[in-house]
């Protein structure tokens, strides 16, 4: 995949920042994006992105996203009662300094920043809704097929393999897209994150043309339905993926995460962050607390 040539320069950052701010405006439709938009300010090498729902901090010198937190601003999808970091850190350990600003747009709670050294383009898309498909990541690189990408929980976030899942592990449901059209879903396993903070926290990764690193020191144990056990190298607060070029890894929160419903596509060009599949699907939810044996230890490899 061939990284585009059309570059903006960033020199002045400050100036498409002017622009980007110019077109905010109302908020996205969705109610869960009710009241929705972002201010975006620039510190340093620090972009700061603040809106309603949802903040965080962007190093534009690799795109790195920082502290991504829900904000429980008062909403009717809201899923803490008020400002919890989910992650610590979203990187993409490309190893290339990223020098100019392509794209930089700031629409109605719609946020996408491209970052490039002509070799290396990182793309962020971001919705400032309470829940639903409200992040992704996008590398397109043209020295290298993969780039690994590190998500780090907060301290009071993990991973667990969902045992609504896992109970139900084989069962066939079915699924209607929004032209009506159904079709059966068989019911796999599922990893979530979530809190001890609330029940409604819950969320997952979303990858599209990306491969989950299993860590063989963080292998766990879990009971399927039959009774017997699957293993799971998965860590408690740490996962890593190889991400294809023109593949994405996006965040999934609420409802939508433990819904049953087709994976992404398979996509490497100009892959689109949802804030919902738009259909019926059977939603298995999470328990709460989640049960010892289903959250996955250690936290880190």
Request: charged share 20%; glycine share 10%.
């Amino acid at each position: 995949m061939t990284v585009r040539q059309s570059i903006v320069s960033s020199v002045n950052v400050a100036l498409l920042l002017a622009v980007a701010l110019a077109g905010h405006g109302e908020a996205a439709q969705s109610a869960t994006c009710e009241g929705g938009e972002w201010v975006v300010t620039q510190q340093g090498d620090t972009m700061l992105v603040r809106g309603r729902h949802v903040q965080f901090d962007i190093d534009v010198r690799t795109m790195a996203v920082l502290n991504w937190t829900l904000t429980g601003a008062a909403n009717p999808g809201r899923l803490v009662d008020g400002p919890t970091v989910i992650f610590l850190e979203k990187t993409p350990l490309h190893g290339r300094t990223l020098t100019r600003t392509e794209r930089l747009r700031n629409d109605k709670g719609d946020l996408v920043f491209t970052r490039t050294d002509g070799m290396v383009s990182v793309k962020i898309q971001a919705k400032d809704c309470s829940q639903g498909g409200v992040f992704q990541m996008e590398i397109e690189r043209n020295d290298a097929p993969s780039t690994r990408v590190r998500h780090v929980l907060a301290p009071a976030t993990f991973y667990f393999d969902n045992p609504n899942f896992r109970d139900r592990e084989g069962e066939v449901v079915r699924f209607s897209n929004s032209a009506g059209e159904t079709q059966d879903i068989t019911i796999t396993p599922r990893i979530n994150f979530a809190s001890d903070t609330g029940p409604l926290l819950v969320g997952r990764d979303s990858p599209q043309a990306a491969t989950r690193v299993q860590h063989p020191t963080c292998t766990n144990s879990i009971r399927k339905q039959d009774g017997t056990f699957a293993t799971v190298r998965h860590c408690g607060g740490v996962s890593e993926w190889d991400v294809l070029s023109g593949g994405r890894m996006g965040q999934v929160m609420g409802e939508d995460s433990t819904e049953v419903a087709p994976p992404a596509t398979f996509c490497v060009q100009d892959c689109q962050a949802q804030n919902q599949v738009r259909g019926g699907a059977v939603v298995l939810g999470h328990p709460f607390p989640v049960p010892d044996a289903s959250r996955l230890t250690p936290r880190t490899p």
